[in-house]
């Protein structure tokens, strides 16, 4: 049964309906390839939050519309605004991890196609993954003059791959993160969202109370703080852009040309 829930985070805001099944949803929506400028970041917080705190909501969905979950940060908003886009990107991205990791019901991601940066930090902090055939997963950071999300891809993947990964930038598989166990159905494209609300559907059955209970208790006994883990990282980012090193990585992805990597 289809969610009567939607919270459409794109360019032209966000709607709300009230659940009949419990089951909510959020569909990041912003063309062409879903890298959120920091307004949006936030409204998706705002977002999950709300929902969160809806008594009629007992799951919520996180999934998107287009040609991948989510590219990360909107690099170009950063390289025309610099240091209020940055301060502002690193700020909403720690409030849209948080809101979906301090959600009070669990939260279902539903990748398809490129996770990317700060999608990571929604699926690393989804309480359940479910992903489609095509979808890849990646902290392209290094390439881009910035560090963070490693902790959430450490959710994903185990250790030592999470930093080859963050020091190649090279991308994994939802097939290989179903072999680790943090992805926990992959299916065709076509069935991605129909896969989502099942599972969603079948947690959404339980008693909501208990529901609430057991998503706190499992935060309560995770090893490392998400939260302050990524604000650690967050400040290395803010380090290479003093020095001057992350400007020309930015730009070298706006202009589509190769960076200078000698410093």
């Known amino acids: 049964m289809r969610s009567q829930v939607w919270a459409i985070v794109s360019a032209v805001g966000i709607g709300h309906e009230r659940p009949a099944s419990g089951v909510a949803e959020v569909v990041i929506d912003v063309p062409p390839v879903n890298a959120l400028d920091v307004a949006s970041w936030f ?45 502002g990107a690193n700020r909403g991205c720690a409030a849209a991890f948080a809101a979906v ?8 991601a539903a990748v398809h196609g490129f996770c990317l940066g700060g999608g ?10 479910i992903a489609s055939e095509d979808a890849t997963f990646g902290l392209p950071e290094v390439d881009r003059g910035a560090l963070g999300a490693a902790t959430h891809l450490a959710r994903l993947v185990p250790g030592h791959r999470m930093r080859a990964m963050v020091y190649s930038a090279d991308v994994a598989s939802a097939g290989e993160l179903h072999a680790y166990g943090s992805v926990l159905e992959v299916v065709p494209r076509d069935g ?17 109370t208990i529901l609430r209970h057991a998503k706190e208790s499992l935060n309560g006994i995770d090893a490392t703080d998400p ?30 040309r190769a960076a200078d990597t000698s410093r």
Do not use: M, W
Request: glycine share 10%.
């Open 192 to 208: 991605l969202v129909r896969a989502a609300r099942a599972f969603a559907e079948k947690i959404a059955a339980k008693s909501p």
């Open 227 to 256: 939260k302050r883990s990524y604000r650690f990282e967050q400040g290395f980012t803010y380090e290479l852009h003093v020095r001057g090193v992350a400007a020309e990585q930015r730009e070298a992805f706006v202009e589509k």
């Open 101 to 108: 990791y301090d959600c009070e019901v669990p939260v279902v």
């Open 43 to 87: 409204e998706l917080a705002g977002t999950v939050e709300d929902l969160g705190r809806d008594p009629g909501v007992r799951v919520v969905i996180v999934r998107a519309e287009g040609r991948g979950f989510c590219a990360g940060v909107d690099i170009k908003e950063i390289a025309a605004k610099g240091d209020e886009a940055l301060v």
């Open 120 to 129: 990571i930090g929604i699926v690393g902090n989804a309480d359940v993954v």
